[in-house]
């Protein structure tokens, strides 16, 4: 159980706040929409992370579209990608018939999305593309660029609207830095 204060103590500063995140996703949910009229649109995302922000920009879809979720896990020797990304739970649409966009909380290393998205391709979707909600690219150890990035931010560790440390702190309605410092 974490209580208020707690969660409190760990918050460094809000970076940014409900009203901030509404608002870039609003303007990302109308560029699908624009983009994909007409289309056979499925949304993927990857658990935990990227639950909260699915959740809220699917419904600033205003197309038809389907959403998947999935959970991948990506092997490196060093930092080098052992090119084997085990998909411990999949998405059970068949792929060629969909313009897929994933769905992403934060792009860091870069590592399991760049091997998830060369997973993906194998099965043929129409198009694939890339919208996250946050891109640290200065912690990049692979090649990784998303298509639409809402926020970039420098290399902070951040919580809250899903991102968790620990598994914590995933369900404050805002993006935090967290505080490594304080006990
Ligand atoms: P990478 O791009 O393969 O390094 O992995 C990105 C994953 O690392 C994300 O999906 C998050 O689960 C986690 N992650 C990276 N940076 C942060 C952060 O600042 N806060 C919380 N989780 C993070
Ligand atoms: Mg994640």
Request: aromatic letters at 10%.
């Amino acid at each position: 159980m974490i209580n208020t204060e707690e969660i409190n103590g760990k918050i460094k500063r809000v970076i940014f706040t409900e009203e901030e995140i509404k608002a870039k996703t609003a303007e990302a949910g109308k560029w699908v929409s624009r983009e994909y009229k007409d289309k056979p649109l499925l949304l993927i995302s990857i658990l935990n992370g990227a639950f909260v922000f699915m959740a809220d920009f699917c419904r600033q879809i205003t197309i038809p579209c389907e959403v998947a979720f999935m959970c991948a896990k990506s092997y490196y020797s060093g930092t080098v990608s052992t090119g084997e990304v085990s998909i411990t739970m999949d998405v059970s649409q068949d792929l060629s018939r969909y313009h897929v966009i994933i769905v992403e909380d934060i792009i860091d290393t870069g590592r399991t999305l760049h091997d998830v998205v060369e997973k993906l391709k194998e099965r043929n979707p129409l198009s694939l593309k890339v919208i996250t909600l946050l891109d640290k690219p200065s912690r990049r150890l692979v090649k990784f660029e998303a298509d639409m990035s809402l926020f970039t931010i420098p290399d902070l560790f951040v919580i809250g609207y899903g991102l968790d440390c620990d598994e914590y702190y995933r369900n404050l309605p805002y993006i935090a830095e967290y505080d490594e410092e304080k006990q």
